[in-house]
């Protein structure tokens, strides 16, 4: 009877420190939560409900999965959002939840769609992509898209020059928008870093682009 109630009682603790950590994680995210919100608002950017579009690029680059929070606004005049989304994979023994975020810019048209991620050498064995004309630029990033000349007249070699000194920037012309994504959280920072990698990009874009294969 006394073991009996002493595993009852050594239970009860281990329950209520169980709840007592969980609510101190999810008052730490509330806060953390509302700290981010409060600076994101200094550049105008405030929440917005989860775009199905935006979240359909994600499911597209990773796997399905939920959206989370978003924030809309502009960066120098172009209409911006950024979403956060997680997913979950599993090796049929366990599973793990993921969190990435994605960024996108508007464009002034509607671009067919082309992809610039980075490569290696297990990517290329399975599947091949465009060729471009610098080798240097085809080691380090994979372009997937259905019009050879549209991805050439996209990535000139100016544009694959800057590429390559910025090779951590993923992108994707989808739509009216330039979207990046990452893996994580996103953190104001590495936001405002993304957001001027990605106007580098648009800065790079030919007017022609625009003009010739703009919807």
Aim: with cysteine; charged share 15%; glycine share 6%.
């Amino acid at each position: 009877m006394a073991l009996m109630l002493v595993l009852y009682l050594v239970g009860g603790v281990v329950v209520v420190g169980g709840t007592l950590a969980l609510l101190a994680y999810v008052k730490r995210r509330r806060e953390a939560l509302q700290q981010r919100a409060h600076a994101m608002a200094q550049y105008g950017w405030f929440p917005a409900p989860p775009s199905p579009w935006l979240a359909e690029v994600a499911a597209r680059l990773y796997t399905n999965g939920a959206p989370g929070e978003m924030f809309a606004g502009d960066f120098r005049g172009r209409g911006l959002c950024v979403l956060e989304y997680r997913y979950t994979t599993s090796n049929g023994k366990s599973s793990q939840t993921h969190t990435v975020h994605l960024v996108a810019l508007n464009l002034p048209a509607a671009l067919p769609p082309l992809t610039v991620s980075h490569d290696s050498a297990l990517r290329r064995a399975f599947s091949a992509d465009i060729e471009l004309e610098s080798q240097a630029f085809n080691d380090a990033f994979r372009v997937d898209c259905q019009d050879q000349r549209y991805a050439s007249a996209v990535l000139h070699p100016r544009l694959m020059e800057w590429m390559l000194a910025n090779p951590a920037l993923e992108w994707q012309l989808a739509g009216n928008a330039l979207v990046s994504w990452a893996y994580g959280a996103f953190a104001i920072p590495d936001l405002l870093a993304r957001l001027e990698a990605l106007q580098g990009v648009l800065d790079r874009i030919p007017p022609f682009v625009l003009r010739d294969y703009g919807a």
